[in-house]
């Protein structure tokens, strides 16, 4: 995978550099990537994940992909991941691979 990659975003070339990536949120045909700054690019949720490794980030819900280095803490009662002071909802459908994620990286 790349280190980065540019996404066009109000016609500039932005870097997306793939670590400082939050999440990434889905709206139609539209995802907003959410770093320290937040871009809006025309591309579907699902190619843009395409373009992240597997390792490092997962879906949490229909709508969103996180980075997984960057989740400080999950409310398992009320399906919240908590990146900072960004609270993405937990997905029921996606809980059971983030959790497996989880129990793969105990001792």
């Known amino acids: 995978m790349n280190e980065y990659f540019f996404i066009k975003h ?12 939050r999440y ?12 320290d ?4 690019v025309k591309l579907s949720l699902v190619r843009l994940s395409s373009w ?10 229909q709508r969103y992909i996180v980075n997984f280095d960057k989740i ?10 908590y990146l900072g002071v960004d609270v ?8 059971e691979d ?3 994620r989880i ?3 105990l001792p």
């Open 10 to 21: 109000k016609r500039l070339l932005h870097k997306v550099v793939v670590k400082d990536i």
């Open 24 to 35: 990434v949120k889905s709206d139609g045909n539209y995802c907003e990537v959410v770093t």
């Open 37 to 40: 700054k937040r871009l809006v």
């Open 52 to 61: 992240l490794p597997d390792d490092k980030f997962i879906r949490a819900h």
């Open 72 to 81: 400080d803490n999950i409310n398992l009662l009320n399906n919240e991941i």
């Open 88 to 95: 993405i909802p937990l997905g029921p459908k996606f809980k």
């Open 98 to 100: 983030l959790l497996n």
């Open 103 to 105: 129990q793969s990286l």
